[in-house]
């Protein structure tokens, strides 16, 4: 396999990771909103298992989230600079 190939699978990989994990946390939110919902009507035990997934499960998925996105921000602006660097030379 060449070098190519590899980064290009790699890349197929994190993008697809980064894509659940986004939907995840999506879910997430709705699923949050949903047990606000019910805890307003008196039940409380869908925002009970948010509280109790919301430490080992949600805060690591929101913490890759926005990493992910800070990481893509600084590597769009490392290129963009990178190339009007080489546009000036």
Do not use: C, H, Y
Request: glycine share 2%.
């Amino acid at each position: 396999m060449t070098k190519q190939k590899s980064e290009s699978k790699l890349r197929v990989i994190i993008d697809n990771f980064l894509l659940i994990n986004l939907f995840v946390v999506i879910f997430f939110a709705i699923f949050f909103i949903f047990a606000v919902i019910m805890q307003i009507n008196g039940v409380f035990i869908f925002l009970n298992i948010f509280q109790n997934l919301w430490n080992p499960l949600i805060t690591p998925l929101i913490t890759i989230l926005i990493v992910s996105a800070v990481v893509n921000g600084i590597n769009s602006w490392w290129r963009r600079k990178w190339l009007s660097q080489e546009e000036d030379i």
